[in-house]
């Protein structure tokens, strides 16, 4: 059976800490699907469009990188398309204790998944995506830390 993982996450924008997993994560499964989270009451810091353009562009010369808009449970997303594997990144202890109650939950969910976690290299650990939306809000440079397809004007 083909071995597909997701990486759900909101990507408002994509880093260059997303990008490192997915790339580390590629050997590991015939096919990813990196999976933008639409929540319909709450709206991101840039439009979800904005953000599979920009994963796209991303993962473009990867042929084995899907990138997909999902609503609701990841779980259900991985039961309506077959996948068997939830990745998710660690950077810190706290990340740890976030990710292993949802890690349980989902298990109990759907007991057939296999939630896998990378560990984020060192010079990945202290950055996300809400740092990155500062360094916008207050005219900062934030292109050291997204990817170079990520242009923000
Ligand atoms: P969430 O909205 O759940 O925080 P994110 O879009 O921020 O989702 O992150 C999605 C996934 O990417 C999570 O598994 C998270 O741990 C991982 N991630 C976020 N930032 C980094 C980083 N700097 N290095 C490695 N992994 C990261």
């Known amino acids: 059976m083909e071995k597909i993982a997701v ?8 880093t260059i800490g997303h990008e490192s997993i997915v790339l580390r994560a590629i ?25 599979v353009e920009w994963l796209k562009k991303v993962f473009e010369n990867y042929p084995s990188v899907e990138i997909k808009t999902y609503e609701g449970l990841t779980v259900d997303f991985c039961r309506k398309n077959n996948i068997g594997f939830i990745l998710r990144g660690l950077r810190t202890s706290a990340d740890f204790e976030f990710e292993r109650s949802i ?11 296999e939630n896998v976690f990378l560990l984020t290299t060192p010079e990945h650990t202290a950055l996300n995506s809400s740092i990155v939306r500062d360094i916008i809000r207050n005219n900062g440079d934030a292109t050291p830390f997204v990817p170079k397809q990520v242009k923000f004007s």
Not at 7 to 14: Q, R, T
Not at 33 to 50: I, L, R
Not at 103 to 113: C, D, F, T
């Open 27 to 51: 050997p590991l499964f015939d096919k990813i699907v990196v999976a933008v989270g639409v929540n319909a009451d709450k709206t991101g810091f840039f439009p979800v469009e904005k953000r």
């Open 103 to 113: 890690g349980q939950i989902n298990k109990q969910l759907y007991p057939e998944i």
């Open 7 to 14: 990486f759900p996450g909101s990507f408002d924008p994509v």
